[in-house]
């Protein structure tokens, strides 16, 4: 599958980055929090190109959301190291075992 300029160039703004690091923007709500069986990049496609469909979908099957006090706590206590995109006002975040790849 070939992937547009946008999602190459997103993927190449993709760095792991540690909890300590994030923690001003958690309270400024601005953390969205992806499950882990999602792909970064794709979700951050979606959100610059104000794909509100797919979202959607995400954010109401619970897959995509705003960080939850709870999760932000869990980071924290373990300085989590995430895998973080910027789409501005947003900074995109997963917790992964891997670095995304292009598909």
Known sequence: MERSELYLKLLGETAKIRWSELAKLFSGGALL????????VDVA?????????????????????????????????????????VVSPWVIVQERTSAPTAH
Not at 33 to 40: E, S, W
């Open 45 to 85: 496609e979606a959100v610059a190109n104000d794909d509100a469909e797919q979202v959607g979908v995400w954010v109401n099957s619970g897959a995509m959301a705003k960080m939850s006090a709870e999760q932000g706590a869990d980071y924290a206590a373990r300085d989590a190291e995430l895998w973080a995109v």
């Open 33 to 40: 929090h992806l499950a882990p069986d999602l792909d970064l």
